[in-house]
């Protein structure tokens, strides 16, 4: 009988774990992973709803040659998490946009790109720590709007 009970609670335990690893918890209490995973479900739920909402803008644009680019930058613990999407191919935007990086002394961490058919690129970006000042969110986002639409303006032109 105790080895029964033995099992039902190493099984919990190694559920537990799996699901604070999921959710990137760092508690340590049942009743506070449990609490994590419920704020990551609802979390995971607001971005569905955001990218459905940016999916249906996109999609409802009045003007066919506009080229609907979509830019996130959200704030980490030490840096930030930056997505830009486009439905089109956007051949040298890759190249401007890491150029801003540079600019903005963020150091890329990791970055998954897709230039084919669509334009993806998630990124986090560290902030040099040898610049000694901090970078808000806004800053960045602000910097890639703008180089997005002098990308725009010079393609439009060729």
Not at 26 to 31: D, G, R, W, Y
Not at 36 to 42: G, M, P, Q, R, V
Not at 121 to 126: K, P, V
């Amino acid at each position: 009988m105790v080895s029964r009970e033995h099992k039902k609670a190493a099984a919990l335990h190694e559920k537990l774990q799996l699901l604070r690893s999921i959710t990137n918890s760092h508690a340590l209490s049942k009743t506070s992973i449990i609490v994590d995973a419920s704020n990551y479900i609802e979390e995971l739920k607001q971005k569905v709803e955001r990218l459905n909402r940016d999916i249906e803008n996109g999609q409802t644009s009045s003007d066919p040659n506009a080229l609907p680019i979509q830019v996130t930058v959200k704030t980490l613990e030490k840096g930030f998490m930056i997505n830009v999407f486009s439905k089109k191919s956007c051949p040298g935007l890759l190249v401007s946009i890491l150029e801003t990086f540079e600019e903005l002394a963020l150091n890329v961490l990791e970055a998954r790109v897709s230039c084919t058919d669509t334009f993806s690129l998630q990124a986090i970006g560290g902030e040099n720590e040898e610049q000694g000042e901090t970078i808000d969110a806004h800053v960045v986002k602000q910097a890639l709007l703008q180089v997005i639409r002098n990308w725009s303006e010079s393609n439009e032109q060729v």
